[in-house]
């Protein structure tokens, strides 16, 4: 069991039948009253986003949420083909259950996939991801250590906004949380 106090974000637990991931959270102790706890909950199956109040030290059932380091094989329709790395298994995962990963997938990527009672509920991605420039324009001579930034199309299709000096062909490094350039790889 869990309570209010175990909270941090992306814990998974059980609430009202479903499987919940905790997408942000707040304590709030308003100047009357008792303090409380304000969520933002995902519901893992169905993807919906709730907003959900809390008495401090409630409980909750925490979910066992298993992950496997899985190898991305190819795209098929609307199903990723993914392959277990010990047994070689390979499962098709429907793209909407993992949301905005596709943009950072490259063939043979291996990354850890999520499961619940032996169903598949999503992907984690690692923080950040090695791609290749595929499109932008053209770096300006000398405007290299300026602030400013341009539209890149990376090699999964991903538009994400770089520095000035980035040229096409280049290997770059993106935070796969927050779709931004890092660095040069």
Not at 59 to 66: I, L, P, S, T
Not at 75 to 103: C, H, R, S
Not at 146 to 152: D, E, T
């Amino acid at each position: 069991m869990i309570s209010t106090s175990d909270f941090r974000t992306g814990l998974t637990f059980e609430y009202e039948g479903d499987v919940v991931t905790l997408v942000e959270f707040q304590h709030v102790k308003p100047g009357k009253g008792a303090a409380f706890v304000r969520c933002k909950l995902r519901n893992i199956k169905s993807g919906t986003t709730v907003e959900k109040t809390f008495r401090p030290g409630e409980k909750f059932q925490k979910a066992m949420v298993e992950r496997k380091e899985m190898q991305y094989l190819f795209k098929e329709d609307n199903n990723w083909t993914f392959m277990d790395t010990e047994t070689y298994d390979q499962i098709p995962i429907d793209e909407g259950l993992l949301e905005d990963a596709p943009k950072y997938l490259k063939e043979n990527m291996t990354t850890g996939i999520l499961f619940y009672q032996g169903e598949v509920i999503g992907m984690d991605l690692p923080k950040s991801v090695e791609l290749k420039v595929e499109a932008t324009e053209p770096g300006i001579k000398g405007d290299t250590a300026s602030g400013g930034s341009k539209p890149a199309t990376m090699e999964t299709g991903v538009v994400v906004q770089v520095p000035f000096f980035v040229n096409e062909g280049d290997m770059l490094i993106i935070d796969t949380r927050t779709g931004s350039y890092v660095s040069r790889a």
